[in-house]
C-alpha cells in the first residue's frame, strides 16, 4: 500500500509568556492509503496539537520548529496560506473534537457544506453540489431535508453526521479525526464510530483517530500511536500493542481500561500529573511518575528516542524494561 | 386663566382680548365644555391625528409642519445613518481581524475620541473650520435662499424626491444582491453585482438628466452641498459607536470553533472574516443601530440647531420654547410612535438575522 501521509520527525512549540511550551517532540509517523491510524494519549499530551500542525491550523503562537510533514510528496511544512487553502479540505479535512460548535448558527447546514465544495469546486453547478450533498448525507444517514436546516435545529448526534458528511465533501485522502465523540453519550457515540468505520471502509479512506479513550482506539484502528508528553512512547500495529504492551505508560494505560471479558483485575490509576512541558525536558519524561522505573529510565542519561523492537512494534527505548 | 392652554393663546393673540373675542376663542377650542367631555374629545382627535391648529403658524395643523419638516430631517439623518453604520461595521470587522496590529490600536484611540468627544463643541469647531476658516462648505441653513427666489416649486418637493431615489437605490441594490445569492460559483456572482451596481449607477445618471428632474437637479445639488457638513460630523461622532461594539464582538465570534472549521475547510481570509465572522457579530450591532435610528429625532434637536438645519429637531426646540403646545404635543407623540415603528423592525430585522430567534409553526 502507498504511503499517503509521512510526518517526520516534527517538533512544534507554542510561544508563551512563561516560555516556550513543547507541545510536538520528534513526532514520526506514516498513514497508509486505507488505513486508519490511531493517536491516544492523556489530556494536554499533544494529540491535538498534532492533528492541528497538519493542517497547519495552529494559533498564532505556535511555530513548527523543524519536521516535514510530506502528504502524496507534497511538502506541506512552509507552504504559504494559499497553497495551503488548496490543500486543506481537498486533501485533507478534519472533524473537530466538539462538532456541537463546529457549525455557524446563522447558516444553513447545506450552505455550509456547500460552501466548502464551491472553494474547492468552483466550476460545479448548484445541482451537481445538492446532489453531492445529498449522497454523503445518504451515506452517514441523514435525510435530504437537514441541508434547509439551521444547525440548532439539528440533535447532537445530527450535528456529528452532519460534520462527516462535511468532511468528506471534497473526497479527501485523508481525515483526521479529532475526538469525534466526545460530547456525546455512548449510545450516539457507538453509532458514530460505526458510522465512521463504514464510511471509512467504504470510500477506502486514510483515517487519523485522536481519542484518549483506548478502548475506542482499540475497535478504530489497524495501527496506532500512545503520546506522552509531546512525544510518541510507542507505535505499532493495534493488536500488537494491546496483546504486548512494551512501554511503562502503556502497560498502564491498558490497566487502567475495564475490560469486560476475561479475568476480574484490580482498575491501576497512574499517580502525578504530566509533566510541565515549558521550556522542554530532558531525559525520560515519564520516569517520574513510572511505578517501577529501570535505571536506563531513572538516571536520565538516555533521551526518549523510538527503537524498533519488533517488526513494526517500535517503543521508546527509556521505559521498555521498567516495570 | 386656569389653563395654560388659555394662557398661550391668549399670549399669541392679543393681550387685551375683548370678552365676546375671547369667548368666539373659547368656543374655537372646546374650552367652554365640561371637563370629561373635553379629555374625550382630545382623545379621539389624538388617534384621528387631529392636534387643532399651531399657536405660531395659525392656519396651519401641527400633522402639516411635521409633513413639511419631516423629509429634511429624514433626508439628513437616512443618509448619515447609512454611511456611520457602514463604516462603522467595516471599521470595526477590521479592528478585530488586526488585532495586536499598531494600526488598530491608532483607530481605536481615535474612534474612542470621537466616541466621547462633546458634541456640540465639535461640531462648532468643524463649522469653524470647514465653513469659516477653508470656506468649503456653507455655514447653516439647508439652502441658499437667493437661488429659491424664482424656484417654481417648493423645497420638500425636493426634499421628498431626493428620499424616494435614496430608497429606491437601497432597495434596487438590496433586490440586486438577493437575486444574486442563486448564483453558484462566487466569482460570477461578484461580478454579476459588480455590473447590477453599475448599472444603478448609470440609471440614476440618467434619471437625474432627463425630463422633470433635470429642472430639479440644481436645487436638489443645492441641497446635498449643504448637507454634506453636518452628514460629515454626525457620522465622525456617530461610526465610532458601532464600530467599537463591532470590534467587541466580533472578537468573541473569532475564538469560536466554527472559525476554525471555516479555515479548516481552506475558506478565504476575506470570507471567512465577512461571512461567518462578522455576520455573525452582526447581531447586536444591528439592535444598537436600530435603537441609535428611534434617537434620530431627539438627537436631531441639536445637530439642526447648530446647523441651522430647519428640521423636525428645530421644530420641537421651537414649540416648546414659544409654547406653542399643540406641535409639541404631536412632535413629541410623533417620537414616542416612531420609537415604537422602530423597536418594532428591530425585532423583526432580529430574527431575519438570527435564525435561533425565529420561531417556526411546529407540524
Excluded at chain 1, 497508509?32 to 496539537?49: A, I, N, P, Q, R
Excluded at chain 1, 446563522?106 to 469546486?121: D, L, M, N, S, T
Excluded at chain 1, 448526534?157 to 458528511?165: D, F, H, N, P, Y
Excluded at chain 2, 476575506?270 to 462578522?278: F, G, L, Q
Aim: with cysteine; glycine share 6%.
Amino acid at each position: 500500500m502507498k504511503d499517503i501521509l509521512v510526518v517526520d520527525n516534527l517538533n512544534m512549540h507554542y510561544e508563551t509568556l512563561e516560555g516556550n511550551v513543547m507541545a510536538v517532540n520528534n513526532v514520526s509517523f506514516t498513514v497508509k492509503e486505507g488505513e486508519s491510524f490511531g493517536l491516544v494519549g492523556e489530556s494536554g499530551c499533544g494529540k491535538s496539537s498534532v492533528a492541528s500542525t497538519l493542517l497547519q491550523l495552529q494559533s498564532d503562537n505556535a511555530v513548527i520548529s523543524s519536521g516535514s510533514i510530506l502528504l502524496e510528496n507534497q511538502e506541506l511544512v512552509g507552504m504559504s496560506e494559499s497553497e495551503l487553502r488548496k490543500v486543506r479540505w481537498n486533501d485533507i479535512s478534519i472533524v473537530f473534537q466538539g462538532a456541537m460548535n463546529a457549525w455557524n448558527p446563522v447558516i444553513k447546514i447545506g450552505e455550509q457544506i456547500r460552501e466548502a465544495i464551491r472553494e474547492h469546486h468552483p466550476e460545479n453547478t448548484k445541482k451537481e453540489n445538492t446532489e453531492k450533498i445529498s449522497e454523503l448525507f445518504k451515506i452517514v444517514g441523514l435525510e435530504d431535508s437537514i441541508m434547509d436546516r439551521f444547525p440548532h435545529e439539528l440533535s447532537g448526534g445530527m450535528k456529528q453526521r452532519a460534520v462527516i458528511a462535511l468532511a468528506l465533501s471534497c473526497d479527501p485522502k485523508i481525515v483526521i479525526a479529532d475526538e469525534p465523540t466526545t460530547a456525546l453519550d455512548v449510545v450516539i457515540q457507538d453509532q458514530i464510530l460505526k458510522e465512521i468505520k463504514k464510511v471509512q471502509e467504504l470510500l477506502g479512506l486514510s483515517l487519523i483517530y485522536i481519542s484518549h479513550d483506548i478502548a475506542v482506539i482499540a475497535e478504530m484502528t489497524d495501527n496506532m500511536a500512545v503520546m506522552y508528553a509531546g512525544s510518541i512512547v510507542e507505535m505499532g500495529p493495534t493488536s500488537s500493542i494491546f496483546t504486548n504492551p512494551r512501554h511503562a505508560y502503556t502497560k498502564l494505560l491498558l490497566e487502567s481500561t475495564p475490560s469486560v471479558v476475561g479475568e476480574k483485575k484490580k482498575l491501576r490509576a497512574l499517580d502525578g500529573e504530566p509533566p510541565s512541558l515549558i521550556n522542554g525536558l530532558s531525559g525520560c519524561a515519564f520516569s517520574p511518575r513510572c511505578p517501577d522505573p529501570s535505571e536506563d529510565c531513572s538516571n536520565g542519561k538516555l533521551d526518549m528516542k523510538l527503537i524498533e523492537l519488533e517488526t513494526g512494534h517500535w517503543a521508546d527505548q527509556c521505559c521498555v524494561n521498567c516495570g | 386663566m386656569p389653563f395654560p392652554v388659555m394662557h398661550s393663546l391668549t399670549y399669541f393673540l392679543i393681550p387685551n382680548l375683548p370678552p365676546d373675542a375671547y369667548q368666539k376663542v373659547l368656543e374655537t377650542y372646546g374650552l367652554d365644555k365640561p371637563l370629561f367631555e373635553r379629555v374625550q374629545l382630545y382623545v379621539v382627535n389624538f388617534f384621528k391625528g387631529d392636534f387643532g391648529y399651531s399657536y405660531k403658524y395659525f392656519p396651519k395643523t401641527p400633522i402639516e409642519l411635521i409633513a413639511e419638516r419631516l423629509p429634511r430631517t429624514l433626508m439628513l439623518f437616512s443618509v448619515v445613518n447609512i454611511v456611520a453604520f457602514y463604516t462603522g461595521f467595516f471599521i470595526g470587522k477590521v479592528l478585530a481581524w488586526r488585532r495586536g496590529s499598531k494600526s488598530e490600536t491608532w483607530i481605536t484611540i481615535t474612534s474612542v475620541f470621537s466616541y466621547t468627544v462633546f458634541y456640540p463643541w465639535f461640531a462648532l469647531m468643524m463649522l469653524w473650520f470647514f465653513g469659516y476658516k477653508m470656506g468649503w462648505f456653507p455655514i447653516g441653513k439647508f439652502l441658499y435662499p437667493e437661488k429659491w427666489y424664482d424656484a417654481p416649486f417648493d423645497s420638500d418637493v425636493i426634499f421628498s424626491m431626493m428620499i424616494k431615489f435614496v430608497v429606491i437605490i437601497s432597495l434596487l441594490q438590496f433586490a440586486a444582491y438577493t437575486a444574486t445569492r442563486g448564483i453558484e460559483a462566487l466569482s460570477s456572482r461578484r461580478n454579476v453585482r459588480f455590473a447590477s451596481l453599475i448599472a444603478i449607477f448609470i440609471g440614476s445618471y440618467f434619471y437625474w438628466n432627463t425630463g422633470e428632474a433635470l429642472a430639479r437637479k440644481p436645487y436638489a445639488a443645492d441641497i446635498a452641498y449643504h448637507m454634506i457638513l453636518p452628514v460629515l460630523v454626525v457620522t465622525i461622532v456617530a461610526f465610532a459607536g458601532t464600530a467599537l461594539l463591532t470590534r467587541t464582538t466580533m472578537m468573541e465570534v473569532l475564538k469560536e470553533d466554527y472559525i476554525l472549521t471555516a479555515r479548516a475547510k481552506g475558506i478565504s481570509q476575506k470570507r471567512i472574516r465577512d461571512r461567518h465572522a462578522a455576520r455573525t457579530a452582526l447581531l447586536p450591532v444591528v439592535t444598537s443601530f436600530i435603537f441609535t435610528i428611534v434617537t434620530i429625532i431627539d438627537g436631531s434637536v441639536l445637530t439642526e440647531q447648530i446647523f441651522s438645519w430647519p428640521g423636525m429637531g428645530q421644530l420641537l426646540l421651537q414649540a416648546v420654547l414659544e409654547e406653542d403646545i399643540p406641535v409639541a404635543m404631536a412632535a413629541f407623540s410623533f417620537v414616542g410612535v416612531f420609537a415604537l415603528i422602530a423597536h418594532l423592525i428591530a425585532d423583526i430585522s432580529y430574527s431575519y438575522l438570527d435564525p435561533r430567534i425565529r420561531v417556526k409553526s411546529q407540524g
